[in-house]
């Protein structure tokens, strides 16, 4: 082992991905170092609805139609924003993001992801145990509702494609609905199960465990920021981060919607977008859900978690860094209460984070082409607390030079050169 590397393997990001990657190298008794200015799971990773889908193969867009997508944008208070003065510069990527809905994109895409998304949540299992916090996925499936019989029409198809690919789903009736969810009211057409799902009852303090976990084993958690990556000349990676240089053997970008910043200047392409989601946190909700509940017609989720009940949801097309607009997480609550009559929002405390984007909503995972040392994964948009735990497994995997058990080609960043 070279010792004149501060680190064998330096990860920039402790978001889940970051997070679960360095739990992953823990138990393969790898030490890491894990740089992340604002500490462990403090974004995207803070706020998400904890909802743990391995069915959610598609797009979200490709839940709605053209049109559709039009009407949602003229209307202020709909699931889908693009900020005034964000489009010309978020056009190319939109147009990708067309074009990966086409037929034949999407089933491939649909494929990729399936492969990917096969143990979910098992492979948390093992992360979990090493943090001592096994009862932060609570895995008694999840359930959509759909108020209008077009959504339910097309959630029933989706479905089908899904059962197709070997995950769970199950139409189920509004009665059927509410013997799983007796706090539903009588306003929808009727749902689907998914019995294969699960959810995180508390995904900002998994990420302190897993930290935790990190440290305890001898890794590093450092409030740095990484500024640039640089190749250096005797081998392995100089790391310029706002208090020093790092010298690592190779080096891992999971820093979600702002990976770029780091992979541009070496070359790569990296057609990220922000695409911000909203939470209200309600303390006393008053009520209580079994599942994570997808109000499928208002693109959100509902999340009973341990400090109350999360709504979370919407997309707004913004500049990351743009301050919020606290209405749109007020709306989640508006629309939830129709369902849930009896929701209250005493206390409520609005969020939100952004999800890092790609255009075919697949991540990005794998070994940088012309650079040895250099890996990524970010990009898991709607799914990143799905995904993270086998994305972790799949890293071990090419960082340890063993053959990943899944094609890692449709997630390989080339795509997009
Ligand atoms: C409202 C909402 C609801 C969601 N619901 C779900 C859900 O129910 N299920 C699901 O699977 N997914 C969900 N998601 C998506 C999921 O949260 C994200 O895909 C996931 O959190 C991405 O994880 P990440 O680690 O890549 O990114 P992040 O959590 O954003 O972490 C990236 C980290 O990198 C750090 N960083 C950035 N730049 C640097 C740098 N230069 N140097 C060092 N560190 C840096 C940041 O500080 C940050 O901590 C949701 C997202 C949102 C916004």
Known sequence: MDTSFDTQTLIIGAGIIGLTIAVDQHLRGQTVVLLDPDGPSSRASYGNAGYLSPASIFPPASYVSATGLLRMLVQPSGPLVIRPGHLPSLLPWLLRMLRAN???????????????????????????????????????????????????????????????????????????????????????????????????????????????????????????????????????????????????????VAAGRWSDRLLTPLGYRVPLASERGYHLMLPTPGVSLNRPIIFADGFFTATTMRRGMRLAGTAEFADADAPMDAKRAWILYEQARQHLPELDASGAVPWMGVRPALPDARPALGQARGHEGLYYCFGNHYQGMTQAATCARLMGKLLAGETPDIDLAPFDLNRFQ
């Open 102 to 252: 086409q037929p034949h994109q999407r089933q491939a895409g649909a494929k990729a992801v399936a492969a990917l998304h096969r143990n979910v949540v098992a492979d948390y299992a093992p992360l979990l145990r090493a943090a001592e916090a096994e009862e932060f996925i609570d895995a008694q499936g999840a359930l959509a509702i759909c108020a209008s019989p077009a959504m339910l029409e097309t959630y029933r198809k989706k479905a089908g494609e899904q059962q197709a690919h070997g995950f769970a789903c199950e139409t189920v009736s509004p009665d059927r609905a509410r013997e799983l969810e007796p706090v539903l009211g009588d306003t929808f057409a009727g749902g689907i199960y998914f019995a294969d799902a699960a959810r995180c009852v508390d995904p900002g303090e998994l990420g302190v465990r897993l930290a935790a976990c990190v440290t305890k084993g001898g890794g590093q958690l450092v409030r740095h920021a990484a500024t640039r990556l640089r190749p250096a000349p005797e081998g392995g990676w100089l790391v310029d981060s706002t208090e020093r240089t790092w010298r690592a053997r190779r080096v891992i």
